[in-house]
């Protein structure tokens, strides 16, 4: 087997005690995982198995696509479909023990008579997907399959957002409206959970939050950090004075140094902002990115340890003390495009 260039290792447990924390909140709630987005760039099929061999029942995804290849992998667990039946047969759903999640009254009006679960998404102020309430009739509102009331709140990370309350004070409107007892209401993701208790209802949704991401905000605290992303060192070379590296000229050296050439670039998902900006970190030292990230390599300068280093070892782009938030704000971008953007030439490793 040929090794790969690049990894992503993943702790499962310190991905379990994320959940563990959710779940903790609430015993007596839901904690439903989403894993859209193949588990937010971690895989999907592992993520599943990890989490619901430690208690988790309930996972959100995208799209169809996403819950039919979990299904064929795995027949357990209940699996909600974010984009609504995307206009596919009502068969597709029943044969792979789908739940989508309804966004638009007229969907509404096309599977309430066609004996399937499904959830309703009411738009409490996103403004994304979700459907308007006052288009929401009483045969909706009475069908016997409607299994789950969500919404989703627009700033679950601006804790003293007053929006968040605006939207929660619609939610329970909603609950008022749909006051049945077998019906799960949800409103809160990884940053909703937290804000207070009145934000729990019988069902939460973190994602982010379980991978590890946070935003510099509250939950910051509570979870734990989950990847290393790490890439193999494949040469090391001398630069003399007032050489350029990389495309375009825009590092030029002022003396003799060191460099280590890196298996790992933009097409990986290690965002080219970083050029001349980012690091990478080795034997708890830190090393400068210098010159263009290019799309398969990125270059350091090694200058001041340059005999510590060796071809073939591993130099990490995120650890656990320089996160995914860290390099999101190197990146002015947040943790879910960080992790989301690391692509399937990386081998994910889970440890």
Known sequence: MIPN??????SVKRLIDNYKFFHNLNQNIATAVTIKADAYGLGDIEIFKILYNNGCRNFFVATVREGVKLRNKYKKGHIYILNGTENNKINVFKNHNLIPIINDSKEAELI??????????????INRLGCNIKDINNKIIKN????????????????????????????NELIKKFNRKKIIFTLSNSHGAVISKDFLY????????????????????YIKPVIKLKAKILQIKKIYKDEFIGYNQTHRTKK??????????????????????????????????????????ITIDITNNFKKFKIGEFVEIINYDHGIDELADKCNTISNEIITSISQRVKRLYV
Not at 5 to 10: G, P, Y
Not at 112 to 125: P, S
């Open 112 to 125: 309430i008579n066609k004996n399937i679960y499904f959830g309703l998404h009411i738009d409490t102020g």
């Open 256 to 297: 003799n140094i060191y460099v280590a050439i890196i298996g790992i670039g933009y097409a990986d998902g290690v965002k080219r902002i970083l050029s001349n900006n980012g690091n990478i970190y080795f034997k708890k030292k830190k090393f400068k990115i210098i010159g263009r990230i290019s799309m398969d390599s």
């Open 202 to 221: 019988n069902m939460i949704r973190p994602g982010i939050g379980i991978y590890g991401g946070h935003n510099n905000s509250k939950i910051k605290k």
């Open 144 to 171: 016997d399959y409607l299994k789950l009331i969500m919404s989703h709140l627009a700033s679950a990370d601006q804790y003293k957002n007053t929006y968040n309350y605006i939207q929660k004070e619609k939610f």
């Open 5 to 10: 260039t690049a990894i992503l290792e993943i």
